[in-house]
């Protein structure tokens, strides 16, 4: 049996159909599903309306319309992106819906599994096991037709590409990500560990330009600035999820504490730090590994936004932490519990009464990531290596 499921891991050809299969299936539902409403109101939305958000951006950048207004006529929830990814998404207007949905998917699948299969020094099950393990999220974010996936994908694969000293693309990587979602600069910390930070603050640079151009194919300056204006606007004011699942939301269902979120995230960029002080430690593949670990889950955690299609990101942390390090009774129990209470409570398997009563209300898909993250703390602040395995002192 044991070596039923190696030979299955192994099989990458097999685990990229299972991905193609999955991203298509939650397309297709989402295609065929019958049109709902929202809130009691009287307009019905596609069920892939995140979807018709990207692809509706697009069309109002052009029209010189305002993207981060309601537009109830056409869907329902605010764009909450940089017009340059309005601009990328244009793209997909080039097709019907059936097809583009399909395509994004695909597109989100594609990336993330491309970004683990190019890690360095893990083997082939052990990328096979990382990938059965975050498949549950994977299905999750392609049901909404969520970005969230590719901004993992694009995050390993900035690991990936330091790691073969390919500054260029890696840059690209990780403002892509800041160019979808604002919390991905975090991935920035990953330039620590290498040679030339130099020429990788000027390709970054250089790329963040590039990308802060790409809306002037269809737009003025004038018209930007109006647009960046009401972008700020639109984050500050958006108050349709407080505090998500995230340390913010687990501080106020558990004890009651509206802290300030700026104090809870500049708190979260310490502790995050901490282990970044060891400079002695750079030089080990254990501790920069981890560091992506911790950089993929701390953007969730700490983003009082986090819904959850989100923790595909951080369950990709989750399993390439668990995966390289020791499989200690500890570590174990925490990956069981992050498998039941990020992924399959939000399964047709978990009672429903659980989820709207405990789960939901409770913010308990953070619990085990928070606890994982901390773990992930204290792993690099105790690391020690043999033979390039995490040796940690828990």
């Not at 990500?177 to 919390?183: A, Q, S």
């Not at 593949?285 to 560091?291: E, Q, V």
């Not at 992924?343 to 928070?370: G, H, N, W």
Request: a positive charge.
């Amino acid at each position: 049996m044991k070596g039923k499921i190696q030979k299955i891991l192994t099989n990458r050809t097999f685990i990229v159909i299972l991905y193609a299969l999955f991203a298509l299936g939650a397309g297709i539902q989402s295609l065929m599903l019958s049109p709902k409403t929202v809130g009691g109101g009287d307009v019905e939305y596609s069920n892939y309306n995140n979807y018709v958000i990207f692809s509706q951006s697009f069309h109002h950048l052009k029209n010189n319309q305002d993207l981060y207004i309601l537009h109830p006529d056409e869907h329902w929830d605010l764009f909450k992106y940089t017009p340059t990814f309005s601009s990328f998404f244009g793209l997909f207007t080039l097709f019907p819906d059936w097809l583009g949905v399909n395509l994004w998917n695909l597109i989100n699948a594609f990336v993330l599994l491309s970004a683990i299969y190019y890690l360095p020094r893990l083997n082939n099950t052990q990328k096979g096991w990382v990938l059965l393990i975050i498949l549950l999220e994977f299905m999750g974010a392609a049901m909404g037709e969520q970005s969230n996936a590719l901004i993992a994908g694009l995050l390993v694969f900035s690991f990936g590409l330091l790691e073969n000293r390919k500054f260029l693309i890696a840059s690209l990587c990780i403002v892509l990500t800041i160019f979808i979602k604002l919390f991905g600069v975090v991935g920035f910390a990953l330039f620590l560990f290498y040679p030339q930070k130099w020429k990788l603050a000027l390709y970054s640079l250089g790329w963040t330009l590039v990308m802060l151009l790409i809306p002037f194919i269809f737009i003025d300056y004038e018209q930007y600035l109006t647009l960046f204006s009401s972008y700020g606007n639109m984050l500050s004011n958006d108050h349709m999820i407080s505090n998500g699942f995230s340390v913010m939301g687990w501080l106020n269902s558990w004890f009651s504490l509206n802290a300030s979120t700026l104090v809870v995230i500049l708190t979260g960029i310490g502790i995050f730090l901490l282990p970044l002080a060891r400079l002695r430690t750079y030089k080990y593949f254990s501790f920069r590994y981890l560091t992506l670990a911790s950089v993929l889950l701390w953007v969730v955690i700490f983003n009082h936004k986090a819904e959850s299609p989100t923790y595909i990101i951080a369950m990709t942390g989750v399993a390439l932490w668990f995966i390289e390090g020791e499989k200690s009774p500890m570590n174990i129990t925490l990956l069981v519990l992050a498998l039941m209470l990020v992924s399959v409570s939000s399964t047709d398997i978990f009672p429903s009464y659980l989820r709207k009563d405990f789960i939901q209300p409770y913010a308990m898909k953070a619990i085990p990531c928070i606890l994982i993250w901390i773990k992930i703390i204290l792993d690099m602040m105790l690391l020690k290596t043999d033979r390039g395995k995490i040796q940690a002192q828990m």
